[in-house]
């Protein structure tokens, strides 16, 4: 609740230091003449109790992870930005518990596409206050955003399973967002996604998240690195009791520069064996100006049984030259050979595969038996994923 006085620690910490007093944001809705009081057991300053954010376990999975005191600069971050109030005001807190405030406010909330930029009040080394980049049609784009959200999952066919919600987000995006890299500050957030279909890696991750914490699916964001230490970001997701791995953008073919237009599903629901080898979890916080070791902690993802080719037949625990042969047969007489997935469980396997196939003819042999009046075919290969993809067409 709001008070009448002020903590004679924090004014004289405000007068000593030489700054102006702490400005109080619009959205407390004070009246004239009345002061507050910051309370250091309560960790939270507001208004009203009505003005205290609810937690949603779907959406609030850094939240969890900070001390009361981190959770209630969090709690006032929220706060200020449901009402779109660019000037928020903190109980006083330390720079590195700030820092992990905001970093976890961040990564919980890609609805709030406006936390990019901010300025930090400080009073002896302590946040005060933070004060975000803020223009006046951020609400009207946020409710248009919203809107188009809640279109694409009204499309969702009526029954469909948590997997297949969250395929159908991984697929809409794929077939609607390009990769692009513009060097533009909304590349990093929802705009990007929803109004110019064009993003890079936090882009994709944070409208992913968006449309699961939409429709009520378990899902945060998470940092790391690929490719020997290239930035990168990618989703996490709950289904019933386990967690699974998402990389919408590395499941977009337009990020691979892949000739073929068709969905890679080597990064939907898959587990730390499948992922973790090209993917390297960061567990800090990198920003510009800020960078802090061993913040915030991930499960453990050791379930894959919703690997998506696990599920469609198109898995090999080991190679077996007679079985992938009877495989790509059984394709090519259901007709079924516009995309031929074959995963293999291990890279030996995926090399021998390769190298049977490809270079010691036995594709071409399989394909005579069946193409008498010839065919052409086409593959691509990801290495790091142990995957062959085929494409036959009769002439």
């Not at 990564?107 to 009073?123: A, R």
Request: hydrophobic share 35%.
């Amino acid at each position: 609740m709001l008070k009448k006085t002020l903590i004679p620690a924090i004014l004289s910490a405000v007068l000593l230091s030489g700054c102006d007093p702490i400005r109080i944001p619009d959205w407390l809705n004070l009246t004239d003449g009345d002061t507050i009081v910051i309370e250091p057991t309560a960790g939270t300053l507001y208004h009203t109790e009505q003005d205290v954010p609810d937690h949603d376990s779907n959406t609030d999975y850094y939240y969890a992870q900070l001390s009361s005191e981190e959770q209630g600069a969090y709690d006032l971050i929220a706060a200020g930005c449901s009402s779109y109030s660019g000037e928020i005001t903190l109980n006083p807190i330390s720079m590195d518990s700030f820092y992990k405030a905001q970093a976890a406010y961040t990564y919980d909330h890609p609805e709030v596409f406006w936390l990019h930029s901010f300025t930090i009040s400080s009073v002896n080394d302590q946040a005060v206050g933070v004060t975000y980049t803020m223009q006046d049609d951020y609400q009207s784009i946020s409710e248009n955003i919203q809107n188009m959200a809640d279109e694409i999952i009204a499309g969702i066919p009526a029954g469909s399973s948590t997997y297949e919600q969250i395929k159908y987000f991984y697929d809409y995006l794929v077939n609607t967002v390009d990769y692009q890299d513009a060097d533009d500050e909304i590349d990093q957030d929802i705009r990007s996604v929803f109004l110019n279909h064009s993003s890079v890696c936090t882009g994709y991750t944070r409208a992913f998240q968006y449309l699961c914490d939409r429709a009520g699916i378990w899902c945060t964001m998470v940092s790391g690195t690929v490719n020997d230490g290239v930035g990168h970001s990618w989703n996490l997701v709950r289904i019933d009791d386990h967690y699974y791995w998402v990389d919408v953008t590395w499941g977009d073919p337009v990020f691979t520069d892949a000739d073929v237009n068709m969905i890679d599903y080597n990064y939907l629901c898959v587990s730390d064996s499948q992922l973790l080898t090209s993917h390297v979890l960061d567990h800090g916080i990198r920003m510009s100006n800020y960078e802090s070791d061993s913040v915030f902690t991930y499960p453990e993802c050791d379930d894959d049984s919703l690997n998506y080719f696990k599920l469609n037949g198109s898995w090999f625990d080991s190679y077996d030259v007679s079985t992938v042969k009877q495989y790509i047969a059984s394709k090519i007489q259901s007709n079924d050979t516009e995309q031929i997935d074959i995963k293999f469980a291990d890279h030996d396997s995926y090399q021998a595969a390769y190298t049977d196939l490809f270079d010691n003819g036995v594709l071409v042999g399989l394909l005579k038996l069946y193409y008498h009046q010839g065919c052409s075919y086409s593959y691509t290969t990801d290495e790091a994923a142990d995957y062959i993809r085929l494409s036959i067409t009769s002439n």
